[in-house]
């Protein structure tokens, strides 16, 4: 162990330790901007480039960053002389000479950790201010706005993008004050392999990437008196609304939620979790078709089986696994059989055609949006989901509407469509999707009651995961990823021949609670710890835990779909993908 002292204060740290983590052991505050370090989830940006975060260090001539200095045995480190605090002064001067000043309609304002550290630092004008600034044209996608004048070039995307997703899209190009990080061309990320995900947009410190707003298209459907307008919840949502309202981090809002998007004006208010659900009753039985078919001989039948619930996860695998297309399920993800069959079942109890009805998702994820966008969603013309906005919208729309939401009474969703059981919420968790399957998979297998339900090898933050979980006479292979980068290494595996039964995909780190459209969590794993305790708690709470004891999918089976792979069931509930 190494003994430092900073700022008078004394501590030891294991070799390998930088001076900023002796500082945050100490609970002494380095300002820092380009750095992010999440340890457990393989996420470091080491490019140490911003200098925010110089300390001058006994003996040393330079100040040092100190998220990229080694801390040594005995080292005397300062914050807060005044040298280093003039030298950030002067890093976030020059910082905001080429940044521009449109704070008050920054879709970051409040959450740029820039402009809080021009606050901080009592920054109200730059010297530099007056000459040269970088301009660049705006780039907008269907999940995604890129506004690059505002980039400082921390390079934070780029190794999420890189080295975390392995999407390969965005790099730093150019130099001075044609310097950007863009994809190859500069061609728009609507035209790459960009896979929607948002995690660039998730770590990027400032506003030059953010989600896409559709909250005003909201207001306007829900100010239609000519649309029945309703809406459904993603699983982890609930994890993490509240973070942004005011309410302390790993509370489950389940209920405030509901109630909030009610006083929104929502005709009826509906939980992606029924279709969580019915994924399941769709998907494992596929797996189980699938999994006979092999064990008979059926050279078609593909294994392992891929969950398919995922839309970065889906795009990714478009572009980077062509040859493996037949492999995943052929399920769509829960909010699209959402959109199918509100537009299909529930319009027809309502009694009104398709057109009339409005489907807004609620959504921690940036790729929902495009994915709702993809033309085989829609029919003649109109798409199954019509407006989706992610946790932080829903956030800003709450207060919008000046909903009090920590005031607010929990309240139930609505049925048939709000129904679910503790299988659905867990699918916002990596692992969660693989092991709700399991769990039907058994029951229907087998004929035998499941009698532990939680697979504790499934769960955890393990990049990749693998288990052989016993189905009856079978032992079945399981794999798990979240990050594409872990992905990308398990089916590398798979396309070598390693043999695995099924494989649970989820694109974002820790799955849906760390989503690109999730409140921000500046880095914070213990934040993400939080999230997904709140939909294991839910999944714990519930009178049923088993996809296929959920009441009213048994009356949808019962009244509209028949049965799991029927031909209505096919056409309404599965798709296929694209080179
Ligand atoms: Fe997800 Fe899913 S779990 S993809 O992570 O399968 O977004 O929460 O809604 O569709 O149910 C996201 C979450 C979500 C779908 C479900
Ligand atoms: Fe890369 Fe994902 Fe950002 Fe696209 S959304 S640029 S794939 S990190």
Known sequence: MLTVTIDGKITTVPAGSTILDAAKKLDVDIPTLCYLNLEDLRINNKGASCRICVVEVEGRRNLAPACATPASDNMVVKTNTLRVLNARKTVLELLLSDHPKDCLVCAKSGECELQNLAEKFGIRESPYDGGEMSHYRKDISTSIIRDMDKCIMCRRCETMCNDVQTCGVLSGVNRGFSAVVAPAFEMNLADTVCTNCGQCVA????????????????????????????????????????????????????????????????????????????????????????????????????????????????KFFEHNFPDMLDVPSTAKSPQQ???????????????????????????????????????????????????????????????????????????????????????????????????????????????????????????????VKVATVQVGPHALRIGVAHGLGNARKLLERVRAGEAFHAIEVMACPGGCIGGGGQ?????????????????????????????????????????FLGKPLSEKSHHLLHTHYFK
């Open 203 to 314: 770590v990027c410190p400032v506003g030059a990437l953010v989600e896409h707003d559709h909250t005003w298209e909201v207001v306007d459907a829900l100010a239609n008196p000519d649309k029945v307008v309703i809406v459904q919840t993603a699983p982890a949502v609930r994890s993490a609304l509240g973070e942004d309202l005011g309410i302390a981090p790993g509370t489950s809002v389940t209920g405030k939620m509901a109630a909030a998007l009610r006083r929104l004006g929502f005709d009826h208010v509906f939980d992606t979790d029924f279709a969580a659900d019915l994924t399941i009753m769709e998907e494992g039985s596929e797996f189980l078709d699938r999994l006979t078919r092999h064990l008979n001989g059926d050279q078609t039948a593909k294994l392992p089986i891929l969950t398919s619930c995922c839309p970065g996860w889906v």
């Open 337 to 463: 059989m959402f959109g199918a069959i509100a537009k299909s079942y529930y319009a027809e109890i309502l009694g009104i055609p398709r057109e009339k009805l409005v489907v807004v998702s609620v959504m921690p994820c940036l790729a929902k949006k495009y994915e709702c966008a993809r033309p085989e969603f829609a029919v003649d013309g109109n798409p199954d989901v019509d407006i989706v906005i992610s946790t932080r919208e829903l956030a800003r729309l709450i207060k919008r509407m000046n909903i009090d939401f920590a005031g607010l009474p929990d309240e139930d969703f609505d049925n048939p469509l709000g129904e679910s059981t503790g299988a659905a919420p867990i699918f916002g968790v990596t692992g969660g999707v693989i092991e709700a399957a399991l769990r039907t998979a058994y029951e229907l297998a087998t004929g035998e009651t499941l009698q532990k339900l939680e697979f504790e090898d499934l769960r955890g933050m393990d990049g």
């Open 519 to 559: 409140p921000y969590h500046h880095g914070d794993i213990e934040l993400l710890k939080l999230r997904t305790k709140v939909l294991y708690d839910e999944d714990a709470g519930k009178p049923l835990r088993k996809s296929h004891q959920n009441p009213y999918i048994i009356e949808l089976y019962e009244k």
